[in-house]
Nanobody
Framework: VQLQASGGGLVQAGGSLRLSCAAS????????MGWFRQAPGKEREFVAA????????YYADSVKGRFTISRDNSKNTVYLQMNSLKPEDTAVYYC???????????????WGQGTQVTVSS
């Protein structure tokens, strides 16, 4: 499966962005999906994940209550709605797909190219 992330940009603190990740190739609805981010000089970290049926979602504590992950299997797309953005949310955001839902990088076999999110103070 190929993943294409988009929707990043520059936003002021307190603002919102919605990231999208479009999938092509194998059956999108068969995969659990995750969003991760990587800030300069830091390791890639988990942000949010959603099961193939959208019945289960998980969030990192740092984004809980501000970010919402969702998916539309008819459009082969997963979304990350980001509200109340903070400067510490600045990072490259990656979407990922895998056969098992998880909050670490390990279960995810396919990765998108990343989209830059910059939050100014």
């Amino acid at each position: 499966v190929q993943l294409q992330a988009s929707g990043g940009g520059l936003v002021q603190a307190g603002g919102s962005l919605r990231l999208s990740c479009a999938a092509s190739g194998r059956t999108f609805s068969a995969y659990d999906m995750g969003w991760f981010r990587q800030a300069p000089g830091k390791e890639r970290e988990f942000v949010a994940a959603i099961s193939w049926s959208a019945g289960s979602t998980y969030y990192a504590d740092s984004v809980k209550g501000r970010f919402t992950i969702s998916r539309d299997n008819s459009k082969n797309t997963v979304y990350l709605q980001m509200n109340s953005l903070k400067p510490e949310d600045t990072a490259v955001y990656y979407c990922a797909a895998g056969p098992q839902l998880g909050v670490t990088l390990l279960p995810y076999k396919y990765w998108g190219q990343g989209t830059q999110v910059t939050v100014s103070s």
